[in-house]
C-alpha cells in the first residue's frame, strides 16, 4: 500500500514538473501566417467602437507603412510614432507614395498564442479608447479608411493602426 502512495505521488509530481515546464515556456505561436486573420479581427473591433458610436465603420486600408512601422516598433523598447530614420507617419506615407490625411495609433502587447493575440488586440483598443488622442483617432468621423499593420514575435504583437481620410 505504502509503495502504490509513493509511486503515485512521484508521478504525479513529475507530471507537474512535466506540465509547468511545457506551458511555462511556450514560444510564440501566433504565426506570420496569422497575421491576416488578426489583421481583420483589428479592424472588426475598431468598427465595433465606431458603430457604438453611430458612425460609419472604417474600410481596410492597404498603406505599408503601416506594416512597416508595426516591424520596427517589435525591434525597439519603447513605442514611437517615429521609424529609424525618424520619420512620423504623414512623412513615411509621403515617401511611400501614399496620400490622404493620416493619424496613427500603436500599441504593443504579449501574446502567447493566436486568441490571446486577439485578446491583445480588443484590449489595446479599449485602451486607446480610454486614451483621448487615441479615441479621437478611432471616432473622428471624417475618416475612411484604417490600414493596420501587425507585427507577432518574441510573445508579442505589434499593432499599428493608421486612419485615413480618402474618398470613398
Sequence with gaps: MMNKIMIISVIGGALIVLLTALFAFTPNSASPSSIPALKSYALQVINNQRLKFHLRPLLDGAAISADRQAKFLLTQLTLTHLDSAGNGPS???????E???????????????FYA???AISNAVDDMMND?????????????????????GGGKISMVFDFEAKER
Design 117 to 119: 493575440c486577439e485578446t
Design 91 to 97: 512623412k513615411r506615407y509621403l515617401e511611400n507614395h
Design 132 to 152: 483621448a488622442v487615441s479615441k479621437k483617432n478611432i471616432l473622428n468621423p471624417a475618416l475612411t479608411h484604417v490600414s493596420t499593420g501587425i507585427t507577432v
Design 99 to 113: 496620400t490622404g490625411y493620416i493619424s496613427e495609433n500603436i500599441s504593443i502587447y504579449r501574446c502567447g498564442d
